[in-house]
């Protein structure tokens, strides 16, 4: 009995005494198991290709073999070809078409279509509804109105007696043929984004402004503009990042002609490598395009906030 009684007191803790508890807020290692999934993915899809790129476009590499080191030699040779250098100028004529165009229909359609009424509800489904579908399709779509003498294009204007633009055949017309069917295909992100944007501002503020008086074009430009500011500077930057990689429209409409005058950078990587079976020169494109996209995104990005800022 005593025996028990000594056990019970020793286990006991004593009066007073404060128990040590376990925090809630230590890092637990366990947790590491919700994002292993999400780093795997990142790691082999994302990080090991960056790096794998990077080592390939120093070396003479085919489909079969690594081959040897050589250095800066694929930049060099690529730096050399007329044909890289006119895929950069097409690929940078392809962005300065489309990406401030997406931006600011984009905008405008949000701006008009911001109503909760039925009638902007089936539009916003309506311009949306082009960006589900594949590149495939949209290509398809366009190559249809694009076919002379008998496309849709080629209808309208015959209605009128006159004779459509070669958008296709047409050296000086064909990347502007490409840009028109990408706008049309990506238009649904940036007003969907515009009009999140344009939702989260506070209708107090516009209410007050039209307690003062404020014109639309007032209201526009002191209220709505400064509001979505972040959003505008995320949509050109998505749009750089997206139409630098111009691929499937290139390949599908134009083949990359006439002359050379549609072939975007990744479609050029796709030829040396996959075609030609360079794999080192076109991994050496791949590093050109991934950095010519970070230099534009965070150009833009840079100028707009201190645009911004001095406002």
Known sequence: MADQLTIRET????????????????????????VAPFLFFFTTLLIFPLFWGMWLSVHKADTFSTGRFVGLDNYVRLFHDK????????????????????????????????????????????????SVLSVTIVT???????IPNVG??????????????????????????????TIWWCIGLPMML?????QQIPQDIYEAAALD??????????ITLPSIKRTFILVIIIQIVLQFQL??????????????????IVLYIYDTAFRRWDLGMGAAASEMLFVLILIAAMAQYLVTRNKGDQA
């Open 194 to 198: 515009f009009l999140s944007a344009l």
């Open 247 to 264: 691929f499937g429209q290139a390949w599908l409409m134009t083949r990359g002609g006439p002359n050379n005058l549609t072939k975007p």
């Open 213 to 222: 008086n404020a014109n639309r074009w007032q209201t526009l430009r002191s």
């Open 140 to 146: 398809l779509i366009w190559r249809i109105v694009y």
């Open 83 to 130: 044909v890289f250098l006119q895929s950069v100028w097409n690929t940078f004529y392809f962005v300065l078409l489309t990406v401030p165009t997406l931006a600011l229909i984009g905008l405008f359609l949000a701006l008009c279509l911001n109503r909760r009424t039925r009638t902007a509800a089936v539009l916003r489904t309506l311009f949306f509804s082009s």
């Open 11 to 34: 286990a006991a803790p004593a009066v007073g005494v404060r128990v040590p508890s376990a925090n809630i807020y230590a890092p637990q290692w366990r947790n590491f198991v919700f």
């Open 152 to 181: 849709l294009l080629s209808t309208i204007y015959g209605w009128f007696g006159a004779t459509a633009p070669a958008f296709i055949s047409d050296p000086s017309l064909a990347m502007i043929g490409i840009a028109i069917a």
